[in-house]
């Protein structure tokens, strides 16, 4: 299915499915020594955002006390629908599908990861052309993109000034183009697009044309942002990326997890 010859040493190796680091607590095993990769960014007072975005708070509203029996520990969050790892939905710019209209058979699946890390900020539709993507639903790119933190943070939790695309302090944009957009959109089957940078959008220029062809246009193109891939390399894996069930929602902050698939293809 695949170039071999663009493909060799992004595709794992037969048996290679447990190579991130045992000890991570990024890694999860079911039970049956297969091991999930968690890829979500952890939400906190660190978590990287768009600037002018609202910043990930949590505070007590009661706490539990060890001398009273009838105590109980419960907290207020507060949060933009686009903190951390997130789902972008058409409504997102003017679609009438909100998150809580995502196909749970989408979200759950083989997903064919591109390690594109070694390439430039820019993801062009000539990059994503080098590979065979005939029968992929699910894409995942890993880029120049890295946040600071193992628990994929940046050390001031605020992006850079730029708005969309900017990443935080301890990470480097990264950015699909618009051919690219059109190249999913035009070229493959993909319906849910993934990123490990804060936004598929540069952030620079006018208007925010990567994400209206992919969310705008018929079918819609699911947009997953700030993944961190760190601990993945290139190949083929079950994903499981699930929304909270917000209805009419732009967005919403997912629970992302990768497992590595023996069996090479959808």
Same mark, same amino acid.
């Given at each position: *299915?695949?170039?071999?010859?663009? +493909?060799?040493?992004?595709? %794992? ?9 045992? @000890? ?18 952890? %939400? ?13 708070? *949590?505070?007590?509203?009661? !706490? ?17 629908? #686009?903190?951390?790892? #997130? ?19 989408? +979200? *759950? ?27 992929? $639903? !699910?894409?995942?790119?890993? $880029? ?8 994929? $943070? ?13 990443? &935080? ?10 051919? /690219? ?12 697009? @993934?990123?490990? /940078? ?11 044309? =990567?994400? #209206?062809? %992919? %969310? !705008? ?8 942002? $700030? ?5 993945? =390399? &290139?190949?083929?894996?079950?994903? =499981?990326?699930?929304? +909270? ?5 732009? /967005?919403?902050?997912?629970?992302? +997890? ?5 069996? #090479?293809?959808?």
């Amino acid at each position: *299915m695949f170039d071999r010859g663009v +493909l060799d040493g992004l595709v %794992l190796p037969s048996g290679a499915g447990n190579r991130a680091d045992p @000890g991570s607590s990024a890694v999860r095993n079911d039970g049956d020594g297969e091991a999930w990769i968690d890829v979500s960014v952890a %939400l906190g007072p660190a978590t990287p955002c768009y600037e002018g975005d609202p910043v990930f708070r *949590m505070e007590p509203v009661s !706490r539990w006390i060890a001398t009273e029996p009838k105590s109980y520990s419960l907290s207020r969050i507060e949060m933009g629908t #686009h903190s951390g790892t #997130h789902l972008d939905a058409p409504a997102h710019f003017g679609g009438a599908l909100g998150v809580d209209a995502a196909p749970v058979s989408l +979200l *759950m699946g083989p997903a064919l990861l591109l390690d594109l890390s070694a390439d430039s900020d820019r993801i062009s539709g000539t990059a994503l052309a080098r590979f065979d993507l005939r029968g992929v $639903t !699910r894409l995942l790119i890993k $880029t120049v993109a890295q946040p600071n933190g193992r628990d994929g $943070t940046s050390s001031d939790g605020v992006g850079r000034a730029g708005g969309p695309g900017s990443a &935080g302090s301890g990470s480097s944009a990264a950015f699909l183009t618009e051919d /690219a957009a059109r190249y999913l959109r035009g070229e493959t089957d993909v319906r849910l697009v @993934g990123i490990d /940078a804060l936004s598929v959008e540069s952030g620079q220029g006018s208007g925010f044309p =990567v994400h #209206h062809i %992919l %969310l !705008r246009e018929e079918p819609p193109i699911w947009i997953l942002e $700030t993944l961190d891939l760190r601990l993945a =390399v &290139g190949g083929w894996y079950d994903l =499981v990326a699930l929304p +909270l069930k917000i209805s009419g929602a732009d /967005a919403s902050p997912a629970r992302a +997890l990768l497992r590595y698939r023996i069996w #090479h293809g959808p």
